[in-house]
């Protein structure tokens, strides 16, 4: 088990303290999380920052998660709070903002919420946006989409966008882009897998063979079946070192002298699941 992942650049920390500054000069907030993790793809200390703010959890990814589970979890998130005389209510979209599914949706949701912020102003001003969400989610990939252009850097790395920028939509409102931030220590070993399986920690900084047979052992547990078909496996043993090596056999992943090459197995199964070759899979659900 890879245990205590502790990954927390200091643009991170500085990205809570932006938060909390700008937080009262926005109307709404957008969540971006990993619909394939929607927990440990959320920064625990978000719910207490947003508060009292109407939000839209986006479910990016969704495309690449079981749907099932996307049904669920959209079930699972949406709830309306009353705060006074307030009624504070946070909405799920499921979305794919490399691709552009259900940007129109959220336009509309925004608009809808925009309307009626503008019931209780007697001036109306610009719907102000803050988009909140941690590194490798689709937070930049969502702003393109939204702005219409490449507003915000784009990767395939954590921790691209590194600062703020006020950003003006085609329908008026004004969007605040924040880097995506990260909590410094995972508490439970699984959230920090988690993010790892999905590519929101470098995999530079972790034992990729290791971290490959985790994923292998996670998905023999959860999806047998998809494992099985992808890699033609006759059954899935009791160890995930026995099916990394099946895995290995079958697609040929054997250095001289007929030794597994672990490295390259690794990385093969972390990559096939991060493009959902192996199949539609979300790793958390609701409890």
């Known amino acids: 088990m890879i245990d205590n992942i502790n990954w927390y650049p200091g643009h991170m920390k500085k990205t809570r303290e932006l938060i909390q500054q700008n937080l009262k000069m926005v109307d709404a907030v957008i969540e971006v999380i990993d619909a394939r993790i929607p927990v ?65 949706e959220l336009f509309r949701m925004l608009e809808s919420m925009e309307d009626e912020k503008n019931k209780t102003r007697s001036m109306k001003k610009p719907y102000r946006l803050m988009v909140v ?48 931030i990260l909590w410094p220590k995972f508490e439970d070993p699984k959230a920090g897998l988690n993010l790892a399986f999905c590519g929101s920690i470098k995999d530079e900084i972790l034992d990729v063979p290791t971290l490959g047979m985790e994923l292998i052992g996670a998905l023999s547990d959860t999806y047998p079946q998809l494992l099985m078909d992808r890699y033609k496996l006759d059954e899935i043993c009791e160890t995930p070192l026995e099916n990394m090596e099946n895995i290995a056999q079958k697609r040929g992943c054997i250095l001289s002298g007929k030794r597994i090459d672990y490295e390259r197995t690794g990385k093969m199964v972390l990559d ?16």
């Open 272 to 287: 096939e699941f991060r493009a959902a070759k192996i199949g539609r899979i979300t790793l958390e659900l609701p409890e």
């Open 40 to 104: 440990s793809s959320r920064n625990p200390i978000i719910d207490e920052l947003v508060k009292g703010k109407p939000r839209i959890i986006a479910l990016n990814k969704s495309d690449l998660a079981d749907d099932k589970a996307n049904k669920m979890w959209i079930k699972a998130l949406e709830v309306v709070v009353s705060e006074g005389e307030n009624i504070v209510e946070t909405r799920v979209l499921p979305m794919d903002c490399m691709s552009g599914k259900g940007v129109k």
């Open 133 to 180: 969400g941690v590194p490798n989610v689709g937070k930049s990939s969502l702003i393109n989409r939204m702005t219409g252009r490449k507003s915000a850097k784009t990767g395939d790395r954590p921790g691209v966008t590194k600062g703020k920028q006020w950003l003006k939509l085609s329908n008026g409102m004004q969007l605040l882009d924040t880097p995506g």
